[in-house]
């Protein structure tokens, strides 16, 4: 970064990146949409746990908090527009909104316990709050529904025309465009010098602290952005699916999102998107043969990716394609 | 009057023996289910604590030395000890090139690192396990003589109870010993502290870290195998215990034994009495108790200072 003019080729470039990579992403969608007419559900959940693995990478890509436990978010903004939409609240744009805002207060809450921890500790904490998160929902059964799940809700059509099909086309468009839509805004959110800030209390919080910036508000801050993120997908979910499980608040489920990420490739949003689609495609069409084999070969893949690839997916193309921009400011952590 | 006030004497006397027998039933339940998280939890105490590896595939390892005892049992017909010290060994004899093949490289990496391949281990455990042995419940047939109560003069308790506890304190002891009192344990013990400069006085790490290892590996058997009564083997035993027996360690404080112990009589006396008393909440009870633990103890109960 020599002059202006060095720098604002570099702004051009990334910006030009970033249209290009949002441009695939809506191609990809609409492929999905054209070529899998039948699973169009399942693609749809793909997206909604797309969102939870987004939401995820904020936290640890980007900050470097270790959790096992960010199902609790998911399920918070699940469990919130499945009751608010029973409760009369039907508007699809409304419920996604009531998803955010309760996933944001939940991150508020994991934030504020897990952040005062450290390593192992935190780690355990994440884990003991998505159990007692799973255990509440099961017990509050009045309000949940327990362990029969949530049920008998059905959203209005959107923008009072398109009606939620039994082929899930509409909740399909409507999911790939809140996705597009939220991806936009996290690219604002990485690039910014709060997200900046993000990226160096991971590389160093110790000297981010005696740079003069408070640690902890700024990874709360974050925690509160994942949390909306991770809501929004539970609440896309719930809107789809039309029912939602205590699954949706499990460990299984965290740890689940956490491989994909890893997958993908930590640190960087189109690595949580590419880890996703890979890993719940294997899983759709692996686990219909045998569970357990299913099973052997993630486990094998996550020791690959641990011994070989520490980068996942995404770091492997920067490292097999050095000359791609692809990896200029994304370049994934190593986990 | 007097017959009524009688009455309601024997019926108050009834209830407190009521009242005291199940007391007295929920802590002979929690004590040794808490022993026998204890025999399972410490190995994972010791590889967390000594050898700093956030071990998640502990359970997988019990889970394959339970498989191999009821195998043992109800295919090859052998009895209950012989059972136990096969699956030990069995155990002890997968876990040793996974020591060295898998966990070398991961000692010293980042938790992240070391949670993800311990996922990927117990994954590929589980289904090979399970493609193996088929996906069903195994059970353990426990010996004529420890299936029967024992009486102890003033109550019967289920012989395998007492059993269990005698195992748990038995490991906590010897482990004790080996650690506090042997050569052996010296040079653990200098390896956790620096590894380097123990290295650099003739002390074999690598040796020190697979013998380690292999230990708590054995123990994860034997816990396994001794406290499937408590934790039935299942083909997602691995996953299912995985969360317990992690938090169990980290309430106690990795490396500690009687952190651990400590940290297993506590945690399985609230579980057992959540479960006794109000089972509609699950483990609600458990995980609540875990958080205020562990938010106020961050190093575990009585972990040490790093």
Not at chain 1, 250 to 276: D, H, I, K, Q, R
Not at chain 2, 252 to 262: D, E, K, M, N, V
Request: one cysteine or more; a positive charge; hydrophobic letters at 55%.
């Amino acid at each position: 970064m020599r002059g202006s003019a060095t720098s604002g080729r570099f702004a051009d470039s990334r910006l030009l990146r970033d249209v290009v990579g949002v441009a695939a992403i809506a191609v990809a969608g609409a492929a999905g949409y054209w070529l899998f007419p039948d699973n169009l559900a399942l693609l749809t959940r793909v997206i909604a746990v797309a969102l939870l693995v987004l939401s995820l990478d904020l936290v640890v890509g980007y900050c470097g908090v270790a959790t096992l436990g960010h199902a609790a978010l998911y399920g918070a903004g699940a469990y919130a527009a499945g009751m608010a939409c029973l409760r009369g609240v039907t508007e699809p744009m409304t419920l996604i909104l009531i998803g955010a805002v309760a996933g944001a207060a939940a991150g508020l809450v994991m934030g504020t316990i897990m952040l005062r921890a450290h390593g192992l500790a935190q780690l355990v904490l994440s884990i003991a709050l998505v159990q007692l998160a799973h255990e509440a929902a099961n017990k509050a059964s009045a309000y949940t529904g327990g362990s029969d799940g949530l049920a008998g809700f059905s959203p209005s059509p959107l923008f009072g025309t398109f009606v939620f099909d039994l082929w899930g086309r509409t909740a399909y468009l409507f999911g790939l465009a809140l996705l597009i839509g939220v991806f936009i805004l996290l690219k604002f959110v990485v690039a910014s010098p709060f997200g900046m800030l993000c990226r160096g209390i991971k590389e160093d919080p110790v000297r981010i602290r005696a740079m003069g910036a408070f640690v902890f508000p700024v990874l709360l801050k974050m925690f509160v952005i994942s949390g909306a993120v991770a809501g929004a997908g539970g609440a896309l979910a719930a809107l789809s699916t039309q029912v939602v499980g205590l699954d949706s608040v499990s460990f299984e489920l965290s740890a689940n999102s956490l491989v994909m990420l890893v997958l993908g490739g930590l640190g960087s949003l189109y690595g949580a998107l590419v880890g996703t689609v890979i890993f719940m495609g294997f899983e759709h069409v692996v686990s219909a043969i045998n569970p357990f084999h299913w099973m052997t070969m993630v486990g094998a893949l996550l020791i690959a990716v641990v011994l070989v690839a520490p980068g996942g997916i995404g770091g492997l193309a920067g490292r097999l394609f050095p000359t791609m921009p692809a990896k200029g400011d994304d370049r994934g952590g190593r986990s | 009057m007097r017959g009524r006030a009688c009455k309601d004497r024997r019926i108050a006397v009834a209830d407190r023996n009521v009242f005291m027998q199940t007391v007295f039933s929920i802590a002979i339940d929690a004590v040794a289910y808490g022993m026998a998280l204890f025999i399972i939890c410490i190995g994972l105490s010791l590889t967390m604590g000594l050898m700093r590896v956030v071990n998640l595939a502990h359970g997988a390892f019990a889970m394959i030395a339970g498989y191999i005892a009821s195998f043992a049992q109800r295919e090859l017909g052998t009895g209950y000890a012989v059972a136990i010290l096969l699956s030990i060994l069995g155990t002890i004899v997968v876990s040793i090139p996974i020591e060295r093949f898998l966990y070398r490289r991961i000692y010293g990496s980042p938790e992240l690192t070391q949670v993800l391949m311990t996922i990927g281990i117990t994954f590929c455990v589980i289904g090979i396990t399970n493609y193996f042995f088929g996906p069903t419940l195994k059970t353990i047939p426990l010996p004529e003589s420890l299936s029967e109560p024992v009486d102890l003069g003033f109550r019967a308790v289920a012989g395998h109870r007492l059993f269990v506890m005698a195992c748990g304190l038995v490991v906590a002891a010897g482990l004790w010993f080996l650690i506090e009192k042997t050569a052996f344990g010296i040079r653990l013990r200098a390896t956790v502290d620096n590894a380097g400069m123990a290295d650099a006085l003739g002390v074999r790490t690598q040796v020190v870290y697979a013998v380690s290892f292999a230990i708590a590996m054995g123990l994860a058997a034997f816990g396994g195998v001794v406290g499937a009564e408590f934790l039935p083997i299942e083909p997602y035993y691995a996953l299912r215990y995985m969360v317990t027996f992690l938090v169990v360690v980290s309430v106690g404080g990795a490396g500690s034994i009687p952190g651990a112990l400590l940290a297993c009589l506590v945690l399985g006396t609230i579980d057992t009495t959540g479960r006794y008393l109000m089972p509609e909440f699950g483990n609600f009870f458990f995980y609540a108790a875990v958080i205020a633990i562990v938010c106020i103890f961050p190093r575990g109960l009585l972990g040490r200072a790093q």
